[in-house]
């Protein structure tokens, strides 16, 4: 028998795996270092929070949203090119991207990038207390920074990897039964109010108050930084931009949103009934599809709640992330970036221990998600959104799934709720550590 203190035989030492993760920070940042030498580097999405940033930054923050000041702002700040990178993010986001737009627009970039690589190594170290699967610490890595949609998020410069690490600290809290603070980290993710609010009229329709209470406080937190920056003429302006994309999707001559490009269910609708109804009829056809998918999720989350399942929280908590991305628009591919949460919680539930075929749909969705060429393809072609598909299947497998009962086993060991994250944490590092 080996020692108690030895690393087991399909871990790897401490040395090994910060060996790795130093490997792996310095591949973020070498692939950042080569688009900061690109020629389409200032067409990121990136362009839009610098100009932002910079207009806050010399007091034009009440013109934020006035189209003709964007254009005369980013031609000062990154020259003159076709189109224009609308600023479509919350008011209170431009906040916080002034300081970088004293910096020239490369090294603006090229500081985000690594904030954003060090929110992706925080989000795997931040996941792995609550992960026994897969237990081989090098899978579960690969498992973390091989998802293409997080490498968009980098290169792009959006600020997905931000809303990744909110969730992941709101399902901590939920574990911990910190149900105000989750709330709270929930509510900051408000930057991106298309990927949060779905989830949280979850918590709404569950009525939990205490979460609903640290949400209204981050809410309104950033609610009044908005105000600061543009004032009540801004924040009607910027009400007013969301009115005009949201019933002009396709019209839109800078970014247009175009059917093809949207994963969720309101882009599928559009392609496949296209010439054939009003885009006002397919809109309404996907909000109401969507709205009761949520209300379906909600329900049946209440019932679980009913009967103090705590063993199944994590796998509905996967599943009700899975259904508001399913049902978000716009969903770009980037926005799949939250999705590692849910597929880390998915397989490490104690009802995907079972050999079952549901086990098997779930991970031929996951890996139809998780291969590149998939992206790459549906890119070129013009088709991404066929992304629904497997995103749909993924959503459908965890339903199934969260319907059975997890093992008596299972059921005994979650029944501390934080302590049993907590020891899992312990156990990990001991592994690790040897």
């Not at 479509?88 to 985000?112: K, N, Q």
């Not at 049902?327 to 397989?347: K, S």
Request: charged share 15%; hydrophobic share 55%.
């Amino acid at each position: 028998m080996a020692p108690e203190n030895s690393t087991p035989p399909d871990q790897p030492t401490l040395r090994q795996v910060r060996i790795a993760i130093l490997i792996t920070a310095a591949v973020l940042l070498v692939r950042l270092s080569l688009e900061v030498v690109s020629p389409e580097l200032r067409d990121h999405d990136f362009s839009a929070m610098y100009t932002a940033g910079y207009m806050v930054r010399e007091g034009k923050g009440s013109k934020l949203f006035d189209l003709a000041e964007q254009a005369r702002a980013e031609a000062a700040t990154r020259n003159k090119r076709p189109g224009l990178m609308v600023i479509v993010h919350p008011p209170f986001e431009a906040l916080f991207f002034a300081p970088l737009a004293r910096l020239s627009y490369a090294s603006a970039y090229l500081v985000w990038g690594v904030i954003n690589i060090l929110l992706w190594t925080w989000f795997a170290y931040l996941a792995r207390s609550f992960a026994p699967v897969p237990r081989q610490t090098f899978q579960y890595m690969l498992l973390c920074f091989t998802f293409f949609p997080l490498w968009e998020t980098l290169l792009r410069g959006q600020t997905t990897l931000v809303l990744l690490v909110l969730y992941t600290l709101t399902h901590i809290s939920l574990r911990r039964q910190q149900d105000l603070r989750a709330g709270a980290f929930l509510g900051l993710g408000l930057s991106q109010f298309q990927l949060v609010l779905p989830f949280a009229f979850l918590f709404l329709l569950r009525r939990k108050w205490r979460v609903m209470a640290g949400f209204a406080v981050s809410a309104v937190l950033l609610c009044g930084l908005s105000i600061a920056v543009v004032g009540w003429s801004g924040v009607i302006s910027y009400l007013n931009l969301l009115v005009h994309i949201v019933r002009n999707p396709i019209e839109r001559d800078d970014n247009a949103i175009l059917p093809a490009d949207i994963a969720m269910v309101r882009g599928i609708l559009g392609v496949l009934v296209a010439g054939r109804g009003s885009r006002e009829w397919i809109t309404i056809a996907a909000i109401v599809i969507g709205g009761l998918l949520i209300l379906f999720t909600g329900i049946l989350w209440r019932g679980m709640d009913r009967r103090q399942e705590d063993a199944s929280q994590g796998l509905m908590f996967a599943t009700a992330l899975a259904v508001t991305l399913a049902t978000v628009f716009p969903l770009h591919d980037y926005d799949l970036a939250l999705l590692p949460l849910a597929v880390i919680l998915a397989i490490g539930s104690p009802q995907c221990s079972r050999k079952t075929p549901w086990r098997t749909i779930l991970y031929v969705s996951i890996a139809a998600l998780y291969m590149p060429p998939i992206y790459l393809l549906l890119t070129a072609w013009n088709a991404l959104y066929l992304l629904w598909l497997p995103l749909f299947v993924f959503a459908l497998a965890l339903f199934a799934l969260v319907r059975q009962p997890p093992q008596p086993e299972f059921t005994a060991n979650h029944s501390n709720g934080a302590a049993v994250a907590n020891a899992r944490s312990e156990l990990e590092d001991s592994r690790i550590s040897g």
